[in-house]
């Protein structure tokens, strides 16, 4: 092949290039240009030593659930569930009127048997606050926890009924 061949194909490959990145930018922003989702919370019950649930999951931005349930769950495995719209958003009103800086570290009991509760509280993607509940602690942060708590065992139960079989 000539020099003048090699130049050719490298002219139509360039051309080529700068043809496709306009529609390469596009494909990368999508549509409607979708937030990255980011970790919102992440709540985690710990085993003890009767039946207690044992579980944890990641709330992102977007609602999206991250689930790992492991014992005395509706639902021991790995899932992907979402609040909806009204949950999310009650979700995020309800850890703006928690305060979580305020929060102590930990709470915790002279027992060995009883569970933890982590609630780990990000903003912008990043961790800001992380509370290690077992025993005592403000009645705000019982109540969002029972409240997430219920809601989360809620849509695992609902996951593991939709995964059994149909007849």
Same mark, same amino acid.
């Given at each position: 092949m000539t020099n003048t061949g090699m130049g050719m194909d490298s002219l139509l490959l360039k !051309?080529?290039? !700068?043809l496709a990145l306009p529609l390469l930018v596009a494909c990368a922003a999508g549509p409607a240009q979708q937030q990255v989702a980011l970790p919102l919370l992440h709540f985690q019950k710990t085993p003890c030593l009767? +039946?207690?649930p044992s579980y944890e999951a990641t709330v992102y931005t977007n609602g999206q659930i991250r689930y790992k349930g492991y014992e005395h769950t509706a639902l021991s495995d790995t899932a992907t569930m979402?609040?909806?719209?009204a949950d999310l958003?009650?979700?995020k009103t309800e850890l703006e009127a928690l305060q979580a800086m305020?929060?102590?570290?930990?709470?915790l009991t002279q027992w060995s048997d009883m569970p933890s509760t982590?609630?780990?509280?990000?903003q912008n993607g990043k961790e800001t606050k992380r509370v290690k509940h077992q025993e005592g602690g403000p009645e705000a942060l019982l109540q969002f926890q029972e409240k997430l708590h219920q809601k989360l065992m809620q849509l695992a139960e609902a996951e593991a009924q939709? +995964? !059994?079989p149909r007849y």
């Open positions: !051309l080529g290039l !700068l009767g +039946r207690c979402v609040f909806g719209k958003d009650a979700l305020p929060l102590q570290d930990a709470y982590y609630t780990t509280f990000y939709r +995964r !059994l």
